[in-house]
């Protein structure tokens, strides 16, 4: 189903949430029922053909220090979101986020946001494209975006928190010698600042590793490029 989000993005937030709300499209993520309510991804596309992805929630809350009686999970991605892209982290752009009461005083909460085009599974990627097919060059400057996307996002304080390969993409822009990779990480709904960088970053770098099936080599390698931006080595992880 088309999306007319340039016109909507003048209009009042009531208005665009109301207008997201009544859009559907297919799904991509079943609703599912946790955190005391639902919570499902819908794929649909705006008039101007650029794919979205909205986040539909209701009733799904988290609680915290600051949101004891819970808040609607979009809304903390929603700062991921921000927080990141102000550290130069590879994010799908935000096209729209707001959460609502229903007269029943349950949360209602949408987030729309724009696909990444181009990208695949840094695992595909891996399986798919070995150093040999497209050279050791471009393979290890993979690595190394990876390495200071990472580094970057924990100098900020920012824990991912589900730190797996399916949530790692990477896009490979141009061809021959002019190929530069570029990095994008998804599902921040549970990305959270730490108050230490470095806590934040042995949290995602373990379950990283736990997770991926990079080779020990390009393990290794990773971990040499993430240092140099992060600017201590992480105990444990070699």
């Given at each position: 189903?088309?999306?007319?989000?340039?016109?909507?993005?003048?209009?009042?937030?009531?208005?665009?949430?109301?207008?997201?709300?009544?859009?559907?499209?297919?799904?991509?993520?079943?609703?599912?029922?946790?955190?005391?309510?639902?919570?499902?991804?819908?794929?649909?596309?705006?008039?101007?053909?650029?794919?979205?992805?909205v986040?539909?929630?209701?009733g799904?809350?988290?609680?915290?220090?600051?949101?004891?009686?819970?808040?609607?999970?979009?809304?903390?991605?929603?700062?991921?979101?921000?927080?990141?892209?102000?550290?130069?982290?590879?994010?799908?752009?935000?096209?729209?986020?707001?959460?609502?009461?229903?007269?029943?005083?349950?949360?209602?909460?949408?987030?729309?946001?724009?696909?990444?085009d181009?990208?695949?599974?840094?695992?595909?990627?891996?399986?798919?494209?070995?150093?040999e097919?497209?050279?050791?060059?471009?393979?290890?400057?993979?690595?190394?975006?990876?390495?200071?996307?990472?580094?970057?996002?924990?100098?900020?304080?920012w824990?991912?928190?589900?730190l797996?390969?399916?949530?790692?993409?990477?896009r490979?822009?141009?061809i021959?010698?002019?190929?530069?990779?570029?990095?994008?990480?998804?599902?921040?709904?549970?990305?959270?600042?730490?108050?230490?960088?470095?806590?934040?970053?042995?949290?995602?770098?373990?379950?990283?590793?736990?997770h991926?099936?990079?080779?020990?080599?390009?393990?290794?390698?990773?971990?040499?490029?993430?240092?140099?931006?992060?600017?201590?080595?992480?105990?444990?992880?070699?």
């Amino acid at each position: 189903m088309a999306v007319d989000y340039t016109t909507e993005a003048s209009a009042a937030p009531e208005s665009r949430f109301d207008y997201y709300w009544n859009q559907h499209g297919e799904w991509v993520e079943e609703p599912n029922v946790r955190r005391g309510g639902e919570s499902g991804v819908q794929r649909v596309r705006a008039a101007n053909g650029q794919l979205l992805y909205v986040k539909r929630q209701t009733g799904h809350i988290y609680r915290s220090f600051s949101h004891p009686l819970g808040r609607p999970t979009v809304l903390r991605e929603r700062d991921a979101l921000q927080g990141l892209a102000e550290l130069n982290v590879g994010v799908p752009k935000l096209v729209f986020c707001g959460a609502q009461r229903d007269p029943q005083h349950q949360w209602r909460a949408l987030l729309v946001t724009e696909s990444l085009d181009g990208f695949e599974e840094i695992d595909k990627w891996y399986a798919g494209r070995t150093a040999e097919q497209h050279g050791e060059a471009l393979h290890e400057a993979v690595f190394k975006e990876l390495a200071a996307t990472l580094a970057r996002m924990h100098r900020g304080r920012w824990q991912h928190s589900c730190l797996y390969p399916k949530h790692i993409f990477v896009r490979i822009n141009g061809i021959g010698v002019d190929a530069r990779p570029e990095i994008a990480l998804l599902d921040l709904e549970k990305c959270r600042q730490r108050f230490s960088a470095t806590r934040a970053a042995q949290h995602d770098m373990k379950q990283l590793r736990r997770h991926s099936s990079f080779s020990d080599a390009d393990w290794n390698k990773l971990l040499y490029f993430y240092k140099t931006v992060f600017g201590s080595p992480l105990k444990g992880l070699e």
